[in-house]
């Protein structure tokens, strides 16, 4: 990988990891406004979703130099479902096609993760901070309520 690639990769981590929480509160206050009919809320909505779903993709291109190689892969398969249910989000928001295909998809990656963390006593789930598993509570409770049509 590129040097600048993966110095921004490197930006990117830093800024998901420190700001977590407030990441996700900007995902539930876009939904919500968005139901609000606010004023160019799908403008604004588009931009920062997607801008989020970015983040937390390239927060897990380069991995992290502590873990071992399944933790890595394990740390990568988060980023990415995450990034994939949030887009899946935003297209339901929009009422765009495919968004139950996109939150399928990601549901079930991290499901799948979340089950090979619990359940395989060889990867230890010790580098998934706090609010790494709050981001999993939230992004799988917005996905299955826009899965479901309940808005």
Request: proline content about 2%; hydrophobic content about 60%; glycine content about 6%.
């Amino acid at each position: 990988m590129d040097d600048g690639v993966k110095a921004l990769c490197d930006k990117a981590n830093k800024v998901v990891t420190k700001n977590e929480l407030l990441l996700l509160f900007v995902i539930v206050l876009i939904v919500l406004l968005k139901w609000m009919s606010i004023p160019f809320i799908n403008m604004i909505a588009i931009i920062v979703l997607l801008s989020i779903s970015m983040l937390y993709y390239m927060a897990v291109l380069n991995g992290k130099e502590e873990l071992t190689k399944n933790q890595t892969s394990v740390y990568k398969l988060i980023g990415i479902s995450s990034a994939v249910i949030l887009t899946g989000i935003l297209f339901s928001l929009l009422h765009w096609p495919n968004s139950q295909i996109m939150l399928i998809v990601g549901g079930l990656v991290l499901i799948g993760v979340l089950l090979v963390i619990r359940f395989f006593e060889k990867i230890e789930y010790n580098f998934l901070m706090p609010s790494m598993k709050i981001r999993f509570i939230v992004l799988f409770i917005l996905g299955g309520f826009f899965l479901f049509g309940f808005y």
